[in-house]
């Protein structure tokens, strides 16, 4: 038996000494790696952030999105996501595949309504070819005709398949309406009508517009070095134009946030897929991080996860105690001059008027590195450190976040999309009312 307590003594002491040497939050939060800034002379800037691994991420983001596109050519930017990959004046598209695959990489894009990326993960020694690959794929995608209408096709079938995303609908709806007349209630997508029109000229006039080097930036986390990356990025992107025909600059339409609502009733559905928001707080606005206190307090909810009522939302045990709903989220989606700060839920027709109540009532209860150092730098002309950021939350108090609350909530009109059986849903006036009664 002595000998049983001394192993387990021992063990217990090994465990104890190897959790010594965990480093803590304040260490953690000091040993985050420097931003390195750089800007091109044709505008185009160079971050990154150095932290020794043996694999990087690399990237080009880019300050256009469907935000920037019109009613006539909205989808375009996402378009020619579908023909980055489909090969490059230098690289056919077999020629591409079997490059990055040679690397064991991986490449891929995304489009957002205010940003396009296309990033690369690989090796770190790596890093010049994925250089060289991104910048063939950014300024000399082929975009033959062949290509564009097989990839007419795959849009299409993508915008059959998202119709049946419910959230994603739901969320397109949302925008639709809180932003009706500007060009932040497009969706990413675009309509069918322009999937089957847009043409090859079309995307040209898109990039051409668009794809210039003071709305880039290129970007690299991991096993990466400063200097080197700027020098791949002179190679590379120095021939970037800077410069638009005529002068003909892009300028952001301003965004107009209207107090509204949006039905698609559906009875034959079995849940009701809702969403209703305020107008929230822009990118670099003081009132960011207390309202995302605040939605950090309202929290998210599934029927399929754990905890029940013994959840620190007090929205979240309600809804499992009382079962008024599958799930639901807060959310605050920021812009470069609005957001949109709500809820989004799903629930059976018969709880929706609870959840609507439940929902606004909530409001008034709370008192990956590389792309987020893209993110930054599009946003706010810098890398935010962790340490910032930790010291802006630690600073918001219960007295900040009610009067962060109030400013945006109390007596504002809000905007509902709602889809499915909703009948019950409440009828906007009384919604809008609501909100008057609210008190923080």
């Known amino acids: 038996k002595m000998a049983s307590v001394c192993r387990v003594g021992s063990t217990v002491g090994r465990s104890l000494a190897k959790y010594r040497n965990v480093i803590s939050y304040a260490q953690s939060l000091a040993g985050a790696p420097e931003t390195r800034l750089t800007a091109l002379d044709n505008g185009l800037r160079v971050a990154s952030e150095e ?11 880019i300050g256009a999105g469907s935000r920037y596109e019109s009613e006539k050519n909205n989808g375009a930017g996402f378009f020619l996501e579908h023909m980055a990959f489909k090969g490059t004046k230098k690289h056919p598209q077999t020629a591409l595949e079997q490059e990055v695959e040679s690397m064991g990489a991986h490449l891929s894009a995304y489009t957002s309504r205010e940003h396009t990326a296309y990033y690369m993960k690989t090796l770190a020694k790596d890093l010049p070819k994925a250089v060289e690959l991104l ?41 639709a309406t809180a932003f009706q007349g500007t060009p932040l209630s497009y969706s990413v997508l675009g309509p069918s009508s322009n999937a089957r029109t847009l043409s090859r000229q079309d995307l040209v006039e898109y990039l051409g517009s668009h794809y210039k080097a003071p709305r880039m930036v290129l970007s690299a986390a991991g096993g990466v070095n400063h200097e080197e990356l700027v020098g791949l990025a002179k190679t590379h992107f120095s021939g970037l134009s800077f410069e638009y025909e005529g002068d ?58 754990g905890g029940g009522k013994n959840m620190s939302s007090r929205l979240a045990a309600m809804a ?21 700060m709500g809820m989004y839920f799903v629930t059976d027709m018969h709880h929706i008027e609870d959840m609507m109540h439940w929902s606004q009532n909530a409001w008034s209860v709370p008192p990956p590195q590389m792309e987020v150092t893209c993110m930054h730098v599009l946003n706010y002309g810098r890398r935010v450190p962790l340490a910032e950021w930790d010291a802006r939350i630690n600073a918001v108090t219960p007295k900040m976040v009610r009067d962060v609350c109030s400013k945006y909530i109390y ?30």
Request: aromatic share 6%; hydrophobic share 40%; net charge negative.
């Open 51 to 61: 932290t020794g691994h043996a694999t990087c991420t690399v990237g080009l983001w």
């Open 135 to 175: 910048s063939e794929v950014v300024q000399h995608c082929s975009l033959n005709e062949a290509d564009v209408e097989q990839q007419r096709a795959v849009v299409l079938r993508e915008l059959e398949e998202v119709e049946g995303n419910l959230q994603e609908v739901c969320l397109d709806l949302l925008h």
């Open 248 to 305: 003909a600059i892009p300028v952001l339409s301003p965004c107009r946030f209207t107090g509204s609502e949006i039905r698609m009733r559906d009875d034959a559905m079995p849940l009701a897929h809702v969403a209703i928001a305020v107008e929230g707080a822009r990118v670099g606005s003081p009132d960011i991080v207390p309202l995302m206190v605040a939605n950090s307090i309202i929290g998210s909810y599934d029927i399929k996860s």
């Open 320 to 340: 499992a105690e009382e079962n008024f709903c599958e799930s639901f989220q807060a959310f605050h989606s920021s812009y470069s001059d609005t957001g949109l």
């Open 411 to 440: 007596d504002k009109c809000p905007a509902v999309a709602a889809v499915g059986p909703v009948e019950q849903l409440p009828d906007y006036n009384r919604t809008r009312a609501s909100m008057y009664w609210l008190r923080f």
